[in-house]
């Protein structure tokens, strides 16, 4: 889940820095495309799998991590608006509306809550902590180029894809 760390606060700033009077709303519209993509995600990793979503939101985050910082490069706020909530809703959607589930099916009854919990934020503090740190340190090492934030949002989605694979489908198994 660590690829999706980067478009969010990043893509924020990136917005903040090129358009300086978007409209309010913008962000609203992100929001609620996140909020409405959520419930649907998990809807869908109810009939397709949990592991199969989040294949797809890695698939989606190596393939949209170029063409984002394009999009979002060309200053325009109808263009920005739309990259930004494309990738919140097939980055992060598809994974917060997957994850808890899947997270908490990971576990017996008598670790669930700790492990998923601890899985959760451990792995949320050291993802959403340092990653905003390390694509500003990117961006500043390469001169303002967005390519090594490109590569290390792909970086990061090969990690989680990796973890996908190894986690066993947890979709349509039994639960105590």
Not at 77 to 86: F, N, Q, Y
Not at 92 to 116: K, N, V
Request: charged fraction near 15%.
């Amino acid at each position: 889940m660590t690829a999706q760390r980067v478009s969010g606060p990043l893509s924020g700033e990136t917005v903040a820095e090129h358009v300086k009077r978007a409209p309010p709303r913008s962000t609203l519209l992100w929001r609620r495309r996140t909020d409405a993509a959520c419930p649907v995600f998990g809807w869908l990793s109810d009939r397709y799998g949990r592991r199969t979503l989040f294949i797809a939101a890695c698939l989606f985050s190596i393939a949209f991590a170029f063409p984002m910082f394009r999009l979002l490069d060309t200053r325009d706020p109808t263009i920005i608006t739309l990259t930004v909530a494309v990738a919140l809703s097939f980055g992060q959607g598809i994974m917060f509306g997957t994850g808890a589930a899947w997270m908490s099916e990971l576990f017996d009854a008598r670790l669930r809550y700790s492990g998923a919990s601890l899985g959760f934020q451990v792995g949320a503090a050291l993802s959403g902590g340092f990653t905003p740190l390390i694509a500003a340190a990117l961006l500043a090492w390469s001169g303002g180029a967005t390519w090594p934030i490109s590569a290390y949002l792909i970086a990061l989605a090969c990690v989680t894809l990796v973890a996908t694979f190894a986690a066993p489908e947890t979709a349509r198994r039994r639960i105590d």
